[in-house]
C-alpha cells in the first residue's frame, strides 16, 4: 500500500524556473527520502531527511519536513531540462528493518 | 559505488513459461526488493529479504516466488507467467545502518505475450 503521496501528479515549468513537489504521509516515520527516476530506469537515491531535521540542503536540491503535518517537499531551483524525471518520495512508516513506502510520484517536465 | 545488476534489460516471454529474473549487488548489503512499476501505481513491493534464505512477502506475492542462496543474488521467480505479469520489474538492495538507502538497478521490462 502507497504511504507517501506526493503532488502535484505532474509538473511543467521552463528552465530556470524551480519546482517543488509535494509529499504527505500517515503515520510516524524515521526518515523521509527522495528519489528520482529517469524514464526507464531505476530509481536514484536524492536526499534522507531524519524525523528530527526540519530543513536539508544538497546542491540545488532543497527538503523540508514537517512531521506535526506529515508532509515535505522537494524543492529544485533553477531547474534544467536534464531535471526532466519523476520524484518519489518514500518513507519507513517508523521501522529500522529496511522497508520503504513509496508514493506514485510526480512526473516533471523542464522544457529548455 | 554501489552497483545492483539486472540480469536482463529486456525480456519477451510466452503464458505459461516459467520465468527468473536475476538481481546482483555488489556492497554485501543485508536487504534486498524486488518491486513492479505499472503506471499510474506506482511502486509495488512483491517481495524482499533481509538475510540469506530468508524472504518476506510485499504487497503483491501472488504469482511470485523468490530465492535468495547467497548474499548479493536475490533471484524472483514467475512460475507460470501471465500477461498481467507484464511490467517493469526493479530490484534494490540496501544496508540497515546507512538509513535504509535504497539502491536500484536499472529495471528488467518484462513482457509476457
Known amino acids: 500500500s502507497q504511504q507517501g503521496e506526493e503532488d502535484p501528479q505532474a509538473l511543467s515549468i521552463q528552465e530556470g524556473e524551480n519546482a517543488t513537489m509535494n509529499c504527505s504521509y500517515k503515520?510516524?516515520?524515521?526518515?523521509l527520502q527522495w528519489y528520482r527516476q529517469n524514464s526507464g530506469r531505476g530509481l536514484v537515491h536524492l536526499i534522507l531527511?531524519?524525523?528530527?531535521?526540519r530543513e536539508k540542503h544538497s546542491g540545488r536540491l532543497r527538503v523540508t519536513l514537517d512531521t506535526s503535518k506529515k508532509s515535505s517537499s522537494l524543492l529544485i531551483t533553477a531547474s534544467r531540462a536534464a531535471d526532466t524525471a519523476s520524484y518519489f518520495c518514500a518513507t519507513d512508516r517508523g521501522s529500522t528493518l529496511g522497508r520503504l513506502y513509496f508514493g506514485r510520484g510526480t512526473q516533471l517536465t523542464v522544457w529548455p | 559505488d554501489v552497483k545492483v545488476t539486472q540480469s536482463s534489460r529486456y525480456l519477451v516471454k510466452r503464458t505459461g513459461e516459467k520465468v527468473f529474473l536475476e538481481c546482483v549487488q555488489d556492497?554485501?548489503?543485508?536487504?534486498m526488493f524486488w518491486y513492479r512499476q505499472d503506471p499510474g501505481l506506482g511502486l509495488r513491493l512483491i517481495y524482499f529479504?533481509?538475510?540469506?534464505?530468508?524472504?518476506e512477502k510485499g504487497d503483491i506475492p501472488e504469482g511470485y516466488s523468490v530465492s535468495r542462496e547467497k548474499k548479493e543474488r536475490f533471484s524472483l521467480i514467475l512460475e507460470s507467467a501471465s500477461t498481467n505479469q507484464t511490467s517493469m520489474y526493479l530490484c534494490?538492495?540496501?544496508?540497515?545502518?546507512?538509513?535504509?538507502?535504497?539502491?536500484f538497478g536499472a529495471g528488467t521490462r518484462l513482457s509476457v505475450l
Open positions: 534494490a538492495s540496501s544496508f540497515y545502518r546507512g538509513g535504509n538507502i535504497q539502491y
Open positions: 531527511i531524519r524525523s528530527n531535521e
Open positions: 556492497m554485501d548489503h543485508e536487504n
Open positions: 503515520t510516524s516515520i524515521n526518515n
Open positions: 529479504s533481509y538475510d540469506v534464505k530468508m524472504k
